[in-house]
């Protein structure tokens, strides 16, 4: 906590009549990320546009926020690693997985993505392809740039794994 008031440029107390302790704190932090996740998803999705230009909007969008709020996705990998994220946690929804599954769901609905798959296993696979993709770029870019490789293509891969088939 002296660590936060330091950085925050506040006394310690200052920290304590915000939250009750750490846990109180960390515990804070992990709902508004959760819900900055929420914010840009929405502010970048456009439901005029076909499911495609969506996906690959949303994909590309959330890829690029990851890289540049890196503190985020680490402090996501934290939380998810660490006793804050109980049992009890993993099965109370929450907005960020609840927005995700509803935007797969629009693309099911729409006829854009393929029959049968369930919105929950669309979001875990895209998602994930996300945050494989951004750990990749931040911790080994130099090797990419070596290689001449584009991130991207993995949202072009993934969307021809989870499009409706001719």
């Known amino acids: 906590m002296s660590m936060v ?3 925050s440029n506040v006394a310690a107390g200052t920290i ?3 939250f009750k302790n750490k846990d109180d704190l960390i515990m804070e932090l992990y709902h508004y990320v959760v819900g900055k996740l929420v914010s840009v998803a929405e502010a970048s ?6 499911f495609k230009a969506r996906f690959m909007r ?8 990851y890289i540049k709020e890196a503190s985020i996705q680490r402090f996501l990998e934290q939380f998810y690693n660490s006793p804050y994220f109980t049992d009890q946690m993993q099965v109370k929804d929450n907005i960020w997985y609840s927005w995700m599954r509803r935007f797969f769901e629009s693309g099911i609905e729409s006829g854009a993505l393929r029959m049968g798959a369930r919105p929950e296993i669309l979001a875990i696979m895209v998602h994930g392809s996300i945050v494989s993709s951004v750990k990749v770029a931040l911790h080994h870019n130099k090797k990419m740039n070596l290689d001449a490789i584009n991130l991207g293509e993995i949202a072009e891969i993934v969307w021809d ?5 001719p």
Do not use: E, P
């Open 45 to 50: 999705d456009d439901t005029s546009l076909d």
């Open 16 to 18: 304590y009549h915000h």
């Open 161 to 165: 794994g989870i499009r409706k088939q």
């Open 5 to 7: 008031a330091k950085n």
């Open 58 to 65: 949303f994909w590309h969008t959330m890829k690029q926020f």
